[in-house]
């Protein structure tokens, strides 16, 4: 197989990279309404402490981190989610406080990362973080994490499953797309069904809404889902983001029992207000009777099912 051959994305779905009509004065106004104000405020949150209290064989916990970034805990195994601590992305300045202290967290089963985009592989967070089976990354983005200390590193494409001696991952398809940098579009992109003892989570990663939910439901019986609700009015104009009336409608068609949201109120990544995604996630799900099904934590708070 030759480097170009090898170096091809193998994503079907993909968002490209060419902004839409107007992009400049959609980039105005994110610096004017939410990154300058932002840099002269108090970040707001509190990092809590870690809760330590033992889960039985059938029982989950999922701790949101901030952004896309959990602590996942099923049963006696442990995974970590496009863990970032970062408070600055760039020029970009962290809105609220990470839930959990990084030092805090025991070394996981394993560290899962959806794509290579920096508010998801931030290689700090990465390199602090101790994993026993390693890091799993999409095909192409093994380059970006190979020295950063993990005993191993695992790619893979869409649909690929790999065991860690019961814990089960899948890698599942999204509608994004995985460049670090312009030029390398070869990296994939995607989520994750994480299967231990009988229960399964599924992390979306970034995706708009596409018709992949209901084929990712039909495969796996998922009990928790988080789901991406913030960034959709995207300075670029480019579908690269689900809305909240959208991640509710992803919810039903993967046939999950409890959506917890995420990708909102961290980075100042798109112009929405700064309520709204949530306010939207809980009209919307009351709208479609399924309001007992969406749990709402704050950073550091967990869910228990």
Not at 134 to 154: N, Q
Not at 161 to 181: I, K, N, Q, Y
Not at 235 to 264: C, Q, T
Request: aromatic share 8%.
């Amino acid at each position: 197989m030759s480097d170009r051959q090898e170096k091809r994305r193998k994503s079907e779905h993909y968002s490209g990279l060419l902004p839409s009509k107007g992009w400049p004065q959609r980039n105005f106004q994110l610096l004017r309404e939410h990154v300058v104000p932002g840099l002269f405020r108090k970040r707001q949150g509190e990092t809590k402490s870690l809760e330590i209290q033992p889960l039985n064989e059938d029982q989950v916990r999922v701790t949101w981190i901030g952004h896309s970034g959990f602590y996942v805990e099923m049963g006696k195994r442990s995974v970590v989610i496009d863990p970032n601590w970062a408070n600055w992305l760039g020029f970009l300045k962290r809105i609220r406080e990470p839930g959990l202290h990084l030092h805090d967290l025991p070394e996981v089963d394993l560290v899962l990362v959806s794509h290579a985009h920096h508010d998801h592989m931030h290689k700090k967070s990465l390199k602090t973080l101790q994993s026993s089976s390693g890091v799993v990354v999409p095909t192409g983005s093994a380059s970006l994490v190979k020295r950063l200390g993990f005993p191993a590193v695992h790619e893979m494409q869409v649909w690929d499953m790999l065991d860690f001696d019961g814990l089960e991952v899948v890698h599942t398809p999204a509608m994004h797309w995985g460049a670090r940098f312009i030029h390398d579009t070869h990296r994939d992109y995607g989520g994750y069904v994480i299967r231990s003892g009988g229960r399964t989570v599924y992390h979306c990663g970034d995706s708009a809404y596409f018709p992949g939910f209901e084929e990712i439901g039909r495969k796996h019986d998922i009990d928790i889902a988080l789901m991406p609700i913030g960034a959709y009015d995207a300075p670029s104009g480019r579908d690269v983001h689900m809305n909240p009336e959208e991640a509710v409608r992803a919810f039903m068609e993967l046939g999950a029992k409890v959506l917890i949201p995420m990708h909102y109120g961290t980075f100042p990544l798109g112009n929405e207000p700064v309520n709204e995604p949530v306010e939207r996630l809980l009209r919307e799900a009351d709208r479609l009777g399924v309001a007992n099904c969406v749990f709402v934590p704050m950073e550091g708070e967990s869910v228990v099912c």
